[in-house]
Structures are given as structure tokens and as C-alpha cells.
């Protein structure tokens, strides 16, 4: 692995990383704040042939001050992406990414669609996340913004999201937080997490700091507000979509999958047993379906466990 950095348009440190020398190339887009590292397994299975590139969002993963508004916003975000593909001389290339991640994604085909060759997107989630639209995990997520806002002191770190991760017993977490049990919003969205995947927290361990969490809240918000719809349905080029049967903070309905049957280029895989954290639940498994969907575009069909 090569790890490289670039200074953003607004003057923000960005930091990438390049591994494996192949003559084709992937972008990695992860969902905002979580760590590259739990796509490893997966690029490990690729790097032979690819070479990939794993993008940091920008406040991540060491930055040490709190980003601006404007700084946050999700135009800026995908500009960072993109700026990367060119500082790297992309010509075609493919992406995959995870969650919110998709939007990302998204945009840059919007961008780049005679340069993007196909997208594979686990848990995907593309719509706006307005109070008529708010999944649990969003409601949680802006429920400890809230608190912030009011209290800024009041949370320091994310429940268990820390160096002691399940060491400390949850009533001294929750002194050390200032909060209490009956009022704790981090103590709700750990406990969410924790019934989806007991390896939730493997992928949020970057959110370990004060600052890393604001930067974090800031970001979720600024994606919640974006609907990447409108491209998915017009996108020309091949997207898999990985659903997990037991993800229940990226729930499909029938909607969602009117739309996906609306578009011939868009292929639904549904991946058995597989929550919304079936990356690092299931590499093997998944990698095995991005590598199928890479290597010719084969007809894919529900996984078996």
C-alpha cells in the first residue's frame, strides 16, 4: 500500500492510499467517516489485477480541528473524490463503495459518465433523509447532534467507538460521558448497531475524538440531505446493488425495488444473511460477487450462506 496525500481546492489536507499494480483501475468510495481498513479483505482479492484507490474523507482519519459548514458540504466531498481520479490520470474506471458511499458514486458518474465502467454499491442508499424519510440509524445519529448542539460537552466519544472498546462497563462509559442511562442517545445507536452486527464497531472506530465525531454528524448531515435518485435512474453504465436481507438500516421496499427493476443497467443481488455490515461479516462472500461483477459482468443471483 502507498499512502498519498493532496491538498483539497479549499486547502484541506486529503489523504489515499494506492494499493496493487494492475492496468485497471477502482475507486474505492466508503460510506463518510468509517475506516478504509475494513474493505482490505476485499482489496487483497483484487489488487493482483487492479490497482485501487481507497479515499479518506476529508476530517478524516487525523485531522485535529473541527471543520467548517462550508467546509462539509457534499459538493466539496465529491470534489475531493474527483480530484483524486485526476491527480491518479484515471481513464475508465470502476467503482464500489458501501451506504451512503453510493452517493458519492453517484455523483461522479454524473461526472464522469464516459469514464465509468460500472458500480457496485453494498447496502446502497441514495434518497434524501428529510423527517418524512428518516431510517432509526438517522434519527439517533441527529438525536446526538442534537444533544451536542446543546450541550457541547456532553459527548465526547461515542458509546464503546474508543480505544476501551467493550472493556469499560457501559454505567462508567456513561459517567465518563456525562450522561445517564434513560438519556442517552449514544447508548441507543451503539445498542442499534450492536443488534444489527456485533462488528459494527470495526467500521466506526475512527470516530474515536470529540472532533472526530463532530466532523462526522456534520458530514451525515450534509449526505442526508442529498437524493442521488434522479442518476440512478438514468445511469447507463452496469450497477450491482449487494442487498443484505437482514440490513435493517438500509431497509428496500417495494418502491425502491420498482425503481431498480425501472432501469435494465441496474442488478439487484440479494446477499442471505448478510446485514448492513456484511463487508466485514462476509468478505469471502462478497468479495467473491465483486469479483464475478468485475471480471465480465456475469449474471448474478442471491448468495447462499
Known amino acids: 500500500m502507498e499512502v498519498k496525500k493532496l491538498t483539497t481546492k479549499d486547502g484541506l489536507p486529503l489523504t489515499y492510499y494506492v494499493f496493487g499494480e494492475g492496468s485497471r483501475d477502482i475507486l474505492v468510495v466508503n460510506a463518510p467517516g468509517m475506516s478504509i481498513k475494513f474493505w482490505v479483505p476485499i482489496i487483497n482479492l483484487l489488487k493482483?489485477?487492479?490497482?485501487?484507490?481507497?479515499v479518506e474523507y476529508r476530517g478524516f482519519p487525523s485531522h485535529d480541528s473541527e471543520l467548517s459548514a462550508e467546509q462539509c458540504q457534499y459538493a466539496n466531498i465529491v470534489d475531493d473524490f474527483a480530484a483524486v481520479i485526476e491527480a491518479e490520470s484515471f481513464g475508465e474506471f470502476?467503482?464500489?463503495?458501501?451506504?451512503?458511499?453510493a452517493k458519492v458514486m453517484l455523483s461522479l458518474y454524473e461526472r464522469f459518465p464516459d469514464r465509468v465502467l460500472s458500480v457496485i454499491a453494498l447496502n446502497l442508499a441514495y434518497k434524501k433523509h428529510d423527517t418524512q424519510n428518516r431510517s432509526e440509524f438517522s434519527r439517533l445519529v441527529f438525536q446526538i447532534k442534537q444533544k451536542i448542539r446543546e450541550k457541547p460537552s456532553s459527548i465526547n466519544r461515542m458509546i464503546k467507538i474508543m480505544d476501551q472498546v467493550g472493556v469499560i462497563p457501559t454505567v462508567d462509559f456513561l459517567s465518563m460521558i456525562d450522561e445517564e442511562e434513560?438519556?442517552?442517545?449514544?447508548?441507543?445507536?451503539?445498542?442499534?448497531?450492536?443488534?444489527?452486527?456485533?462488528?459494527?464497531?470495526?467500521?466506526?472506530y475512527l470516530i474515536s475524538t470529540e472532533t472526530g465525531l463532530v466532523n462526522y454528524l456534520n458530514i451525515y448531515e450534509q449526505f442526508s440531505q442529498q437524493s442521488t435518485e434522479p442518476i440512478l435512474k438514468t445511469m447507463q453504465c452496469p450497477?450491482?446493488?449487494?442487498?443484505?436481507?437482514?440490513?435493517?438500516?438500509v431497509q428496500h421496499k417495494e418502491e425502491d425495488l420498482q425503481l431498480f427493476q425501472s432501469n435494465p443497467n441496474i442488478q439487484l443481488v440479494r446477499?442471505?444473511?448478510?446485514?448492513?455490515?456484511?463487508?466485514?461479516?462476509?468478505?469471502?462472500?462478497?468479495?467473491?460477487?465483486?469479483?464475478?461483477?468485475?471480471?465480465?459482468?456475469?449474471?448474478l443471483t442471491t448468495i447462499e450462506s
Open 239 to 249: 450497477f450491482i446493488i449487494l442487498d443484505g436481507d437482514k440490513d435493517h438500516i
Open 48 to 54: 493482483d489485477d487492479y490497482r485501487i484507490i481507497g
Open 182 to 204: 434513560d438519556d442517552s442517545p449514544s447508548l441507543n445507536l451503539y445498542d442499534y448497531l450492536e443488534g444489527e452486527s456485533s462488528l459494527s464497531s470495526l467500521a466506526f
Open 271 to 299: 446477499v442471505n444473511d448478510g446485514s448492513h455490515f456484511m463487508l466485514i461479516e462476509f468478505p469471502k462472500r462478497v468479495g467473491r460477487i465483486i469479483r464475478e461483477s468485475l471480471d465480465g459482468y456475469a449474471t
Open 94 to 101: 470502476h467503482m464500489m463503495g458501501w451506504c451512503l458511499g
